[in-house]
């Protein structure tokens, strides 16, 4: 039987064969769903849906989608189809959710080891079991957490918005400035004593860089 998501999972794979590096940085493992509009209402799992990209309801499928990122190549893993549960007793199989389906394509990644990997979710995604499947495979994850969420540091919860006000806190735009100017003054004198030969005004650029 033809599985195209096997094919192409072992093109991926040979793919990040011929582009490893030590040094190669991150794997990125993209998780994102898109929707599919269809006209015909006879196909298997297609159902209704809000179509997110045109701000109407419409027919259709919706289907998970993974692709890795490394070092500057997108290359891609897989897709999953979400069907609906009044669908799944006509295909004969048990309902997932999205959640789901990205928790099931995290586990069941079989990545190279020696991959450093990250997970990318936007907030949807950033669930108790899609973050359980990352820590199963000890893989970092990086998502995006609404202001209502609720999370737990040291056994204390904590809710999104105010705990990020805090730590994602800027210094004042005034303050950034002055930093901008230091540092691009250092840089412009650094550019000068590379040209400069004459020792006491190297002494009193040296001087101005210590400063």
Known sequence: MWDESAVLRDIALATLKRLYRKRGGPC???LDDTQVLKRAKKMEAV???YHHATGRYGTGHT???VCLWYRGVTVPWGSWLYVKKDAVSRLRQPFRTLTELAAEAIRNASLPE???VVVLFDA???CRGVVKACAA???HFIG???GNRSFRI???KKRMDRYGSNVLRLAPISHLKALMRRTLWHQALKDIARHVHDKPVLRRLEKLLAA
């Open 144 to 146: 995006v957490g609404r």
């Open 28 to 30: 990125y493992f993209i």
């Open 47 to 49: 159902g209704r849906l």
């Open 114 to 116: 020696r991959l450093r």
């Open 63 to 65: 289907i998970l989608k």
């Open 154 to 156: 040291h056994g204390q």
């Open 124 to 126: 949807y995604y950033l």
């Open 137 to 139: 495979r000890k893989w």
